[in-house]
DNA sequence: TATTTGACGATTT
DNA sequence: CAAATCGCCAAAT
């Protein structure tokens, strides 16, 4: 189990219609510091159809526009349809966010 | 063991 | 939350 697969399996756990930011899964790992190489693991996405890539957001609510898997359209189209609502790709995680919800 | 790198985070400017 | 900088962590070589 690397640390990898964890944040796979954190990513994973991620409920419907949330969304999760970097720092949150890798403080849920046990290294609040991680956040890059939870980033790092999500670039790796052994399983695109497993892992909900579109669920994982930086510490504003918006996917990496830099990597964006296949474009922002196609993720805001994915958050929408889960119910978060989405703002010029940027997520309100005030209200989505995980928070307190998993742990 | 050391160096490099990178879907980040926080602070500063 | 624009751009630059430093810091942190884990993996690959």
Do not use: W
């Amino acid at each position: 189990m690397s640390f990898y697969d964890k944040v796979y399996s954190v990513v994973v756990k991620i409920p419907k219609g949330r969304v999760a930011t970097y720092g949150q899964i890798a403080a849920i790992l046990g290294s609040p510091r991680a956040a890059r190489a939870v980033g790092y693991a999500l670039h790796f996405n052994p399983s695109p159809k497993v892992i909900p890539c579109h669920r994982v957001v930086n510490r504003f609510g918006s996917l990496a526009p830099k990597f964006a898997f296949g474009g922002l359209d196609a993720q805001k189209s994915l958050l929408e349809d889960e119910g978060v609502e989405v703002n010029d790709y940027i997520v309100d995680l005030n209200k989505f966010g995980l928070r307190e919800f998993l742990n």
